[in-house]
């Protein structure tokens, strides 16, 4: 079973940067992809980044040119940098997983426990 552990949320000035960073910790499973997600109070949780195993990245609009997702494949950690923040980008932040267990090849997915971002204007 795989656990996530995040870390780096907080409050931030509009125009701030923060780096979220979330771990993935278990034995006996393959990464497929992780990622972030964020919701707003009264809205939708949505994407914000995700990068899959094979490297490729996935951006929503409001985060490109902005957020940049990178991983550590050796670690299981996957970091979001969040540069030029505007007061909209204020959420809860989720890490996301979706894995194989090695042991039944079946597919799970997993959510971290959040992480509060809180931009000011």
């Known amino acids: 079973q795989v656990q996530l552990v995040e870390s780096g949320g907080g409050l931030v000035q509009a125009g701030g940067s923060l780096r979220l960073s979330c771990a993935a910790s278990?034995?006996?499973?393959?990464?497929?992809?992780m990622g972030w997600y964020r919701q707003a109070p009264g809205k939708q949780r949505e994407l914000v980044a995700q990068?899959?195993?094979?490297?490729?990245?996935d951006y929503a609009d409001s985060a490109k040119g902005r957020f940049t997702i990178s991983g550590d494949d050796a670690k299981n950690t996957v970091l979001l940098q969040m540069n030029s923040l505007k007061p909209e980008d204020t959420a809860e932040y989720y890490c996301?997983?979706?894995?194989?267990?090695?042991?039944?090849?079946?597919?799970?997915?997993?959510w971290g426990q959040g992480t509060l971002v809180t931009v000011s204007s």
């Open positions: 996301n997983a979706f894995y194989r267990a090695r042991t039944t090849l079946r597919y799970f997915e997993v």
């Open positions: 278990g034995t006996t499973f393959i990464m497929n992809r």
């Open positions: 990068i899959h195993s094979d490297g490729t990245l």
